[in-house]
């Protein structure tokens, strides 16, 4: 009897010394993977940072000795979001200045500068987030009470668009605007003969360039403040759309240094410095940073009458918005960024400007495959011009939550007609066989869920307009779930490392405590991220 119990310990200890040895094991989860065939699953391991096996729990505990465990407990879990596109490092960066965002009128943006400059005492005043279409009186302010109030102290409140400022007599002084000012690619806005002191797209980078510098322990701390909220919904991997160099190199070292854990696309900004230094360097990518794109703009935004239109808006006689950049300039650098390995992101607002970055595309990209340039926004389109995003080297990068933003006025910018071609996710996702879904924010909110809200039902979350806005342009849960992680993802050129639960690529995932796929439409802007974890290791 003994010698009996002496062979089945150790054949037991045989068949334990057999099981292959992982760092984590994921279980009792209710898991879409969003593999090619959208499966699901109800447990995974976890080994080296990255999805090691996909399989049935008594597979796995069969195969594998777990050093520790991830116990779901029933719940959803879903790739890491991946927001195709933000503005990650100015959304830290936001937490500085005078927050605009929601305001209901001039009067209360008055207030909160009031108010923050009593608690600071800056010698310059920099806020964003209004947006005149939310007040009782939809007409841009002007600089009058600002100048009362600030005499010499100068101001800068961006437009929530960013494509927009109001700026006091003082700001405008300290950069030379007069009223003889001229500057191509955007509006020095007067009445009478005067400066409201309005600016439209290229004159704001008069007024920017003199904004103070943050300090390096400021940078740091607006890229671990951006982390800790990205990272509180969800989100793993963002692209941040325009970049420059020194702060590049910031985020580098701070993810060398494991200080920050956000997987980052970046952007690199237009400018020479930045075109010469990276294209002649080529891709820099490791497991956290991936730069091989450059981000351009072509016009404005719809909200401050700056996006550029084929036919006069409808609320402005003989105004058509402008494109920031010479056609001639657009198509030169876009030649130059073909002849190189680098990604062209292009914002493309009005039916006009996307027909000018459509047809510059596909001319430059004629005997090329793979390029994958984004348009982002593609937020007017008109005409036959979705055939152009029939193409393998043209991806539509677009904003669920711009639509249910602006819906309150788009027409009244558009009219009846042209709004038809505003905001349609279905017919680009039809046309191009993906889309990658992004916030904008900090210009939305960060939170991925009012994206994903946005993107099926087409409302506001008070459940505005009845049956959704343009629904027939909604996309169903599944697609979004797609736009927000494997088709982000190819977007990024990292398809083969993250975008979905599959073996090989990083373990990035998020716990949720409410089904995504099945809950009742009105409960998705409530979820809750229970857990978020990148490389297997809880954020």
Known sequence: MRKLILIVAIGFLCSCSNKESVDTLVFNA????????????????????????????????????AIDSINAEGHTIVPGFIDAHCHFYNLGISKNRVDLVGTKSFEEVMKRVITFQNERNTGFVIGRGWDQNDWDVQAFPNKNLLDQLFPETPVALTRIDGHAMLCNQAALDLVGITNETKIEGGEIIKENGQLTGILIDNPMELVEAKFPSPTLQEQKRALLDAQKMCFDLGLTTVSDAGLNKQVIELIDNMQQSGDLKMRVYAMITNNKANLDYYLSKGKVKTDFLNVQSVKVYADGALGSRGAALKAPYADKDHHFGAMVIGVDDFAALAQRIANSEYQM???????????VVLKTYQKVLESKNNRRWRVEHAQVVTDNDFSYFENDNIIPSIQPTHATSDMYWAGDRLGEERVKGAYAYKELLNKSGSVALGTDFPVEKVSPFLTFYAAVAR?????????????????TREETLKGMTIWAAHSNFEEHEKGSIEVGKFADFIILDKDIMTLNEREIPRIKVLHTYIAGEKM
């Open 459 to 475: 409302q506001d979350t008070k459940g505005y307009p009845d049956g959704g806005f343009q629904k027939e342009n909604g996309l």
């Open 30 to 65: 209710n898991i879409y993977t969003v593999n090619s065939e959208f499966e699901t699953a109800e447990a995974f391991v976890i080994k080296d940072g990255k999805i090691y096996d996909v399989a049935p729990l008594n597979e796995l505990k069969a195969k594998y000795e």
């Open 345 to 355: 992101n292009t914002h493309a607002i009005g039916d006009s400007a996307n027909r």
